[in-house]
């Protein structure tokens, strides 16, 4: 079966300091891999997606940026963090080429001080 | 943009209670998904719909892709304390990848 994973669970960095978050999937190869970013627990903002390795779409012009090194590891990136970037962090996974479901890790909660 | 107007935003009930939502759009889309997430976690896949008109139930949940292709309910019967969280509606509107979401069902349930 497959499983997904986000580390760290949780993180507190101070303002202009940068961030790496990791996600990585296990199970299943060459899956469709996406970052959202969600506020006060609602509403999911789609950040980026990947289709492929070093293939990556954005959604929202930010302070943040993606990569995707390897099949199934997908990492956000800052490099100098902003107040507005804390939220909560969702990583998600589905099947290439279908338009069908997305499944979710377990989340990174972020807070800029 | 394509958006999901999803409702109620909020809900009070008592345990036993159905409870029911909706997603609704202005444009056709060809899937609809419904998940449920607990506070501090990522949201679970809860029920997936392909074709219009299909009705599928998992347990005490039923979902039904609407047969217009813009709208999608979710009802759950007989609620107990562990259903509350919020949950959230999305839809393909299209072949592509990406997913449009509601802005989510916050469901309390008192014992």
């Known amino acids: 079966s497959q499983t997904i994973h986000q580390w760290p669970a949780t993180l507190v960095q101070p303002v202009g300091s940068p961030l790496s978050l990791e996600c990585t999937v296990e199970?299943?190869?060459?899956?469709?891999l996406y970052w959202y970013r969600q506020a006060a627990g609602r509403g999911l903002q789609l950040l980026f997606y990947?289709?492929?390795?070093?293939?990556i779409s954005s959604e929202v012009p930010q302070n943040l940026s993606a990569s995707r090194p390897q099949d199934r590891q997908f990492i956000l990136s800052s490099k100098k963090l902003l107040l507005s970037d804390s939220g909560f962090y969702l990583c998600?996974?589905?099947?290439?080429?279908?338009?069908?479901?997305?499944?979710f890790g377990p989340g990174t909660r972020l807070t800029v001080t | 943009g394509q958006q999901l107007n999803q409702s109620p935003q909020s809900m009070f009930i008592q345990e036993g209670e159905d409870v029911s939502m909706n997603c609704t759009s202005s444009?056709?889309?060809?899937?609809w998904l419904w998940y449920k997430q607990d506070p501090g976690e990522g949201p679970v896949l809860l029920i997936a719909?392909?074709?219009?008109?299909e009705l599928t139930s998992n347990g005490r949940l039923t979902a039904q892709f609407g047969i217009t292709r813009k709208d999608s309910f979710l009802n759950i019967s007989a609620s107990i304390p562990s259903d509350v969280g919020i949950y959230f509606c999305?839809?393909?509107?299209?072949?592509?990848?990406?997913?449009?979401f509601g802005q989510g069902t916050e469901l309390s349930v008192k014992p």
């Open positions: 998600a996974w589905s099947v290439a080429r279908v338009a069908g479901e997305q499944y």
């Open positions: 199970g299943t190869s060459n899956p469709n």
């Open positions: 990947s289709v492929g390795i070093g293939q």
């Open positions: 444009s056709i889309f060809n899937t």
């Open positions: 719909l392909y074709k219009a008109g």
């Open positions: 999305a839809g393909h509107p299209n072949q592509g990848g990406k997913l449009i």
